[in-house]
């Protein structure tokens, strides 16, 4: 039976990883994978996680299984950095939290919650929006519909566009919204634009469901969560996918969270029930260590205050990067758009779409080992004050400046 099965394609953002580590060449770039570097190229464990495993290490007393939806500390946490300590969703308490295996994990979780708890069949995503986030819902079995999102005229908001998009969401239909620091794009709504879009959601009765995997790497913690917070203003249910991989640097130990916000706490209380009723089919419970060690920090003011520097640390380096990037390139006459290239300084959080078109694209992995993902995102933290000029006199070859 196994002599039939087809070679599946590599992943558009994982395979590229697999790819560039098989490469031999000392000067290759990685742009692809959305994972934090520092100017050494490296990822490190941040300082405050490291305490906080060695505070666990001594107080750890068992390995037994977590709850189903995982360590209730971590859930509240969760929900603090969601909404706000003093906010009356986390007062009321009509949401309820899980603690999932990483960002993708809560989004699986969503979809199936969706699809099989609410029975609803569709779910709209950003055109365009992070390569897995289809791959997810269809899954599932939701049907993907696409709300336009970028404008490639200005390589920003196309906000008319989007609000004209919504305004086609049936009732019920769920509307998955990037809470901050678009995947791909980098392109973020204003605040003032976030008020419109919840209020367009919340007239056509849509469930929005924002996916939240870059809190703080915009501007800061409490202002990334502006937009999620203008949507529950607006929005009395509403699903939250939170992803710790990034702004904890936990990437490998899978630390991510599903959140259900209901009208109240007895009606979050059923749907909590239906939510570990699924992952009991999934997963069985979540694995305990980076839940843990999040928990340990936000639990402990000294360790909450340095994961806040060190958080402000990645931000302001790629902030620096992307300047340095435009200056590179203005340098040595490449213009990414007919405006130039400022667009990328002004696009926010991890990633820059930066307009190469996928034969640019292949063409400098092929040719100059630099590896970006097809659709022109780059990972703006993969890039230095060492790898910056490689990478602009590359793309100057390929932009044919
Ligand atoms: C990315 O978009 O590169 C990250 O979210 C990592 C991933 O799993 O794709």
């Given at each position: 039976m196994?002599?039939?099965?087809?070679?599946?394609?590599?992943?558009?953002?994982?395979?590229?990883?697999?790819?560039?580590?098989?490469?031999?060449?000392?000067?290759?770039?990685?742009?692809?994978?959305?994972?934090?570097?520092?100017?050494?190229g490296a990822t490190p464990v941040l300082k405050c996680i490291k305490s906080a495993e060695a505070k666990l290490v001594d107080t750890e007393t068992t390995k037994g299984y977590l709850p189903i939806d995982g360590n209730p500390a971590y859930g509240q946490a969760v929900r603090e950095l969601l909404f706000g300590s003093n906010s009356e969703i986390v007062a009321s308490a009509r949401a309820a939290t899980s603690h999932t295996p990483g960002g993708t994990g809560a989004l699986r979780v969503a979809g199936e919650f969706i699809k099989n708890v609410l029975g609803v069949k569709s779910i709209w995503l950003s055109d365009p929006s992070w390569a897995n986030h289809a791959a997810v819902f269809g899954a599932v079995g939701l049907e993907v519909k696409k709300y336009p999102y970028f404008d490639k005229a200005s390589n920003g908001l196309d906000f008319q566009g989007m609000i004209e998009g919504l305004k086609s969401v049936g009732k019920g239909e769920v509307v998955l919204l990037h809470g901050c620091c678009h995947n791909p794009t980098g392109v973020d709504p204003t605040v003032e634009q976030w008020e419109k879009i919840a209020s367009v959601v919340a007239e056509r009765g849509g469930l929005p469901l924002v996916d939240f995997a870059y809190q703080g790497f915009g501007v800061g913690l409490e202002e990334d969560a502006a937009g999620l917070r203008a949507v529950a203003a607006k929005n009395k249910e509403l699903l939250v996918c939170s992803s710790f991989s990034k702004n904890f640097g936990l990437y490998n130990e899978r630390v991510g969270a599903f959140t259900v916000v209901a009208?109240?706490?007895?009606?979050?209380k059923k749907a909590q029930s239906q939510v570990k009723t699924l992952i009991r089919r999934i997963y069985s419970n979540p694995p305990a260590h980076g839940g843990a060690a999040v928990a340990t920090v936000l639990a402990d003011d000294a360790l909450t205050k340095q994961w806040h520097d060190e958080l402000a640390e990645m931000r302001e380096r790629i902030a620096k990067m992307r300047q340095l990037f435009v200056d590179e390139l203005n340098q040595r006459g490449v213009k990414l758009s007919d405006a130039g290239n400022q667009f990328i300084v002004d696009q926010c959080g991890m990633f820059s779409f930066s307009g190469l078109t996928k034969e640019q694209v292949d063409v400098l992995k092929k040719e100059h080992s630099i590896y970006i993902v097809g659709s022109g995102r780059i990972n703006v933290a993969g890039i230095s004050e060492k790898n910056v000029g490689k990478l602009c006199d590359a793309i100057a070859v390929v932009a044919g400046a």
């Open positions: 196994f002599k039939s099965i087809e070679m599946a394609p590599a992943d558009p953002i994982l395979g590229l990883s697999e790819a560039f580590k098989a490469d031999t060449n000392a000067d290759k770039i990685n742009l692809g994978v959305g994972v934090y570097k520092d100017e050494a009208e109240d706490a007895e009606a979050v």
